[in-house]
Structures are given as structure tokens and as C-alpha cells.
């Protein structure tokens, strides 16, 4: 968890915090050096409800590096979502971004890739240009974040996927198409 002096988490609908207050990140999931499974997203908790509008490429961007730190062209594919931190009662404090999920046999045109490490750069400071983060009420992330994390190393589902339902997946639903010929 990355937190940052001064900021605390307590109360329900604002975590304890004015609004108006500075807009610094909290916490980051994975945690700065953390391990993330291939189907997790990113989750970033704020001081403020955080302007979805500002969040693209340029203001959260990733490095890729391979396994001999050497920097990779992969960029992660997959969307921004905004969220409830928690013990809030409303959503807007935390940002995620949900990976693109593999659907080749070595699992590598997910949004990310077995064994490799992401540095996360936030932007923050002066809005002037326009690409920093943004709260809603237009305030400007207060400082730059970085952070990094690697993605679970292996060839099997068991290694590279969190399965957080018992059982395994199921089948819930079934289609036919075209459909038979009735007659």
C-alpha cells in the first residue's frame, strides 16, 4: 500500500476526508513492488472522487519490462473504471484499470503478459497542458506517482490466474447459431 503522510482513511462516505482537501493518492493495489495475477485490475484509492475524463494513456501510463529488465512494446490493453473505496458509501475514490483477459494458449495477447514488470507513472502537478489527473471538481493530482509491479510467472491457469470463486468456472449460459432447422 502506498500512503502518504498526513491523509487518512476513516470516516464512510469520505474516508474521513474534507472535500477541497489536497487530491494525493492513497493506495495502490498492487502495492509498489507487489505481484498482480493476470486477471486483476489496478485499484488506486484518492482523496477525492477522481474525474473519469482525465484518466487516459497520457495521464496513467505504463512502462513494460521483460524478465532481463529490458523495455518491451507491449502496451497493456484494457479500460478505466471508476469505483468505491473502502468504507465508502458512494463510488468516485478509486480508479481502476481492468486488463484485457488472454484468449491464446501461451497467454500473451491479454492486456498483461506472464512474468513481466509495469511501472505505473501518474501524472500530477500543473494542469496547464491539460494531462494530469484530475478530481471533479477540476483539481489537479497534487504530486506525480510512481510505482511498479510484476505479473504472476508460469504456463498454467493455477499460476497465472486468481480464482477467487470456489469450484472453478461454470458454464452459464449455452447458444446454438444458427439454430437448427425445426423441421
Known sequence: WLAFPGCSNGGADTGGLKPGG??????????????????????IDFTQPLDLGSVDLTTFSFQVLDQLGNVVAE???????????????DVGRRLLFVPRLPTDDSFSNGGFRPGRTYIVQLVGGSRLNGTVLRDTAGKGLSE?????FQTADGTTLDQLFRNTVAGGPTRTSFVVTPTPDTT
Open 22 to 43: 489536497p487530491f494525493v493518492v492513497l493506495r495502490t493495489e498492487p502495492a509498489d513492488n507487489g505481484t498482480l495475477f493476470l486477471n486483476e485490475p489496478i485499484r
Open 144 to 148: 506525480p506517482v510512481t510505482f511498479r
Open 75 to 89: 502496451p497493456p490493453a484494457g479500460n478505466f473504471q471508476i469505483d468505491r473505496s473502502p468504507g465508502d458509501v
